[in-house]
């Protein structure tokens, strides 16, 4: 963001797919910070470890993407805590 390209690269983050971002990142780390306060850390992070799992599935269904074997490994790697 230098220069001349300052103006093009507001532009671009007033896109939807940059807002919907945002607002999801923003979103995700208030649920975080809820979920720290509010549960045992254990819990939390029980549940964060899923979300691999649950990325793949959506993909799968929403996206008919099929699940590869290095995804498979790194949700099992994940799930173990490696």
């Known amino acids: 963001m230098v220069g001349r390209q300052m103006g093009d ?3 671009q983050m007033a ?3 940059f807002l919907v971002i945002m607002v999801a990142n923003g979103g995700n780390t208030l649920y975080f910070n809820f979920a720290a ?3 045992s850390i254990v819990v939390m992070l ?4 899923k979300v691999p799992v649950l990325a793949a599935l959506l993909s799968f269904v929403i996206l008919r993407e ?6 498979r ?5 994940t799930m173990a805590g490696c």
């Not at 029980?46 to 470890?49: K, P, R």
């Not at 490994?73 to 790697?77: G, L, T």
């Open 9 to 11: 690269d507001f532009r």
């Open 66 to 71: 099929a699940t590869t074997r290095r995804t």
């Open 46 to 49: 029980t549940a964060l470890t």
């Open 37 to 39: 306060v509010e549960t």
């Open 73 to 77: 490994q790194a949700i099992v790697m």
């Open 15 to 17: 896109t939807m797919p």
